[in-house]
């Protein structure tokens, strides 16, 4: 079966043969998974990685207070997975969510591995990913600044300008670090705001 997101996303790393491309898409699985599913969880190793084709996903952990903190989402046309656990078999410290119903293409770690020794230039392309991977955890990571909750919704908006509407109230007041109530709060505002003329 042809993946046109997952290769248009790999062809932008390597000028992958039709071939080559379909023998990537031909080792991972499609696999459905309903709002609120995890593709991992903490403490248990992460045996797979993830290319998400529909739906979003989150990152999130338990504080010291037993309060769950969503750190960053992940929407379409990326791949995910728990890289610590994963590249060293430790136990997860993160859960990753489905927020909305998603579909994912899963590679199960051994046939991951046999695209690095199949496919010539897989594992530069392998680190490419993990790479912009890596740059775009960073730019996502939940603000922990002292910025007021109008400034952090208007910067969510800013990196995030699909996902708004698509995530729940209290996973994005989580991610911002402000309650549900001031969100309403802030969305009311701005909602108030864009509806009065100049």
């Known amino acids: 079966m042809s993946y046109p997101a997952l290769e248009n996303f790999l062809l932008q790393f390597m000028p992958f043969t039709p071939q080559q491309l379909a023998l990537i898409a031909n080792q991972a699985t499609e696999k459905p998974y309903p709002a609120g599913a995890y593709f991992s969880e903490a403490g248990r190793v992460a045996r797979e990685i993830g290319f998400v084709l529909e739906g979003i996903f989150r990152v999130s952990y338990f504080n010291k207070d037993g309060e769950e903190i969503t750190k960053y989402f992940l929407e379409e046309h990326r791949f995910m997975a728990d890289l610590n656990s994963y590249q060293y078999q430790l ?10 119903p998603a579909r994912v293409l899963v590679f199960a770690a051994r046939d991951w591995q046999t695209l690095g020794q199949t496919i010539g230039g897989w594992p530069e392309t392998e680190r490419n990913i993990i790479t912009r991977a890596l740059l775009e955890k960073v730019n996502r990571v939940s603000p922990l600044g002292h910025e007021d909750a109008s400034t952090k919704y208007q910067n969510f908006l800013t990196t995030y300008p699909h996902l708004a509407n698509r995530v729940p109230l209290a996973q994005l007041a989580s991610y911002l670090g402000i309650t549900p109530q001031s969100l309403s709060r802030v969305r009311r505002n701005l909602g108030r705001s864009a509806a009065t003329p100049n």
Request: aromatic share 10%; charged share 10%; net charge negative.
């Open 91 to 100: 136990p997860a410290t993160e859960y990753l969510q489905a927020v909305t």
